[in-house]
């Protein structure tokens, strides 16, 4: 899958801007299924480079953004892979200057879940944290 992803034109942010609805694709992730069973939906992008988290269904015809960011004030740990297909180092970057007292660690590590790909540096990151 991964050579698939790479395989694609980037996107160009304006090419974006709307409202998208997105579909789970089967991987054997232990969290295949999750948001559709909690009616997920998809994003919106906004024209100011603003995209909404989370979409969800809340009642037909009613989308309802869930943004974790804003609110976060607890001291936070950002674990970001150095290969991730899915999030860039770049978005890791953007969370880390978005949520204050944060501490950004880009593990050595690919894939977009590194509890599972490498879950000792996982662990490792964690102890130094806490």
């Known amino acids: 899958m991964a050579a698939w992803f790479r395989s694609l034109d980037p996107v160009q942010p304006k090419d974006m801007v709307g409202l998208w609805s997105g579909v789970g694709i089967p991987s054997d992730h232990p ?3 999750v948001l559709e ?8 992008f906004h024209s100011d480079m603003r995209a909404d988290a989370l979409l969800f269904t ?14 976060v004030t ?16 770049e978005v890791g970057e953007f969370v880390h ?4 007292n944060s501490q950004l660690v880009v593990l ?10 490498a879950p000792d540096e996982v ?8």
């Open 31 to 33: 969290l295949d299924g």
């Open 37 to 44: 069973n909690l009616n997920w939906f998809g994003k919106r």
């Open 58 to 71: 809340w009642r037909p015809g009613r989308l309802v953004a869930l943004e974790p960011i804003p609110r």
């Open 74 to 89: 607890a001291r936070t740990l950002i674990l970001q892979c150095r290969d991730d297909i899915i999030a860039s180092e």
């Open 97 to 100: 200057q978005q949520v204050p």
């Open 108 to 117: 050595n590590a690919s894939g977009h879940c590194p509890n599972l790909s």
């Open 123 to 130: 662990i490792s990151a964690i102890r130094r944290f806490v």
